[in-house]
C-alpha cells in the first residue's frame, strides 16, 4: 500500500544561512525512509513558498497543500523544522485540525514530531491548550484594558462621532485624547433626534435631509444607516441615573454609578471587534459604557424616547403584515432592493411592493410605481409553474468556461516527471562535464512547464468540481420548485418566503416581467 507523503520546505526570509529547500527536501525524504521503513513511499513536495514569510498562511503552495488534505490526497505532511510550515500557535493548531479532520499525520524532523504515534499526539494537544489558554488571556487582557480606559473616559481614536471631535488633555504626566461638541457641526446631530421626536421614521430622516440639503462632514448626503449610527451611538446622552439603569438592563458593562451624575455625556467602547477580514458589531453585553469628559447633547428622557420609538417601528415594519413571499429577493430594475407596504382602507387591505431607492431619494433617482403584491407574487408563481411542467427553463447563475481535460493534463505532468527526472539523475552522473548547464537548461524550461501545467490542472480540478455542484443545485432548485408549487395552499406565509430565499439567487422586477436567476 502507498503512503503519500507531501513535504513542505521553505527557505527563511530573514536569513541567507537557512537551510536551502533541495536540502531540507532531501532530509525529509530520508527521514521518512526510516520512520516508514518497508512501506511504498510516494512523495509530493511543496516548494514555491521560498522568500514567503511564515508569520500567516497566505502562501501558494502552503495553500495547495492544504487543498490537498481537504481533497483527502495526503496521508502525511512533513516538514524539516515546525517554523518552516507556522510560527504562530494558533494558526498551526487550526491547519492541525484540518489535519485530525482528513486522518493525515504531520511530522517535523528537526523536532522529531509524529503525530502518527501517541507521544506525537500528546505534545499536539498540549501546543492545542497553551493556544486556547493564549486566547482567554488576550481577550481577558482587552478586557481590563478596555475598562481602564473606560474609567478615565478616554477615545481611543477613530473617526470621530458626527458633531465631535478630538481634543489632547493632559492626565497625570500624560495627554490624552478625549471627545468634546464640536459648536460648528453638532446642529446636525440635534436636528436628527428632533425630527425623531416628532414622529420621523430612519427612511424619513434620510428623504428630508436630501430634500434640504444637508449631509455629512464629508459632503455626502446622511443614508439611513449612518443617521441610524448617529440617533444610536450613547455619546450624545445625557449621563443620568436614567442612563445607567437603561444600559444596565441593555446587559452593558458599566463603569461605576458614582459616575452618572447628569452633567456629561456618556461614551461607548467595544462597539466593533476586528476579524482578519472585517469589522463585526458587537451584542450589547460586549458594550462597555463610561462616561466622558464632553458635554451631553441630549437629555437622557429624549435619547432613551428614541430608542424606544426605533424598538417600536423595527417590530412594526417586519412583524404587522406577513405579506410578499418574495420579500428579501425582490429587486427594483435600477437595482435597488424592493421592499412591501401594507395598509387598511375601508377594512380592506392593500400591499405593495416598491422600490427603496425611490422612497429614499426620490422620482429622480428611479421612477418606478407602486406594484400591488398579488400580482407580482402570482406572475412569479405562474413562472415556477412553468419550470414545474420543464426543468430547462431554469437559469443557473454560472461562469461559462472552456472544460479541460484532466487527466490529459495529468498524463503530461507525469511525462514531465519522468523527464525531470531523468535529467536529474543525468546530472549527477556528468556534474563536472561541460554537458551539466544544457542540462540544467532543459531542466529549468521543463519546471517552469511544470508549474503552467500544474495551475492549469487545478484550474480544470475546480472547474469539474464547480460544475458537479451546479448539477446538485440544479436538483436541489427544482425540487424545492415542485414542492413550493405542489404545497403552495398548505404552506404559511413564512414558508413560503424561506423556501424562495433559499432557492432564488435573484429576482428583478423590469415594468411587469420577472427575470428570475437560480
Known sequence: MQLKIGIYPRKSVYRDNSDSVAIQVELCKEYAAIVFKGQELVFKVYDKDEGFSGKNT?????????RDVRKNELDVVMVYKLDRISRNVREFSAMYETFEEHGVAFVSVKESFDTSTPIGRTVMYILAAFAQLERENTSERVSDNMLALAEQGRWTGGN????????????????????????ETIWRVKLLFELLGNGYTITGLERYCKDHGIKSQSGAFLNSSQIYAIVTNPVYCQNSLEAYYYFQELGCKMVSKDLFDGTHGCIRYGKTKTGKERQTTQEHA???????I?????????????????????????????????????????????TTRTYE??????SYYFCDKRVRQGKEYCDSEYIRVDTIDELFIKELKNIRINPNFITLQTTNTEDADIASLQTELNTLDTQLA???????????SPAAKYIIAQMEALDKQQASLKASLARAEILSENKKTAASNMQQIYDNICYLVDNLDNLSYAEKNELVRKTVKSCTLQDKNLSITF
Open 422 to 432: 531523468n535529467l536529474a539523475k543525468a546530472l549527477a552522473e556528468n556534474a563536472s
Open 345 to 350: 382602507k375601508n377594512k380592506i387591505r392593500f
Open 160 to 183: 470621530c462621532p458626527a458633531g465631535m471631535k478630538s481634543i489632547r488633555k493632559k492626565l497625570g504626566n500624560k495627554e490624552h485624547s478625549f471627545l468634546a461638541i464640536d459648536d
Open 58 to 66: 497566505k502562501r501558494p503552495s502552503f495553500q495547495e497543500l492544504m
Open 294 to 338: 464632553h458635554d451631553y447633547v441630549v437629555s437622557s428622557n429624549v435619547f432613551i424616547a428614541a430608542q424606544n420609538r426605533l424598538g417600536i417601528n423595527k417590530t412594526f415594519r417586519t412583524g404587522k403584515y406577513p405579506t410578499g413571499i418574495l420579500k428579501g429577493v425582490l429587486r427594483c430594475r435600477c437595482g435597488a432592493k424592493m
Open 286 to 292: 460586549n458594550w462597555t459604557i463610561a462616561v466622558g
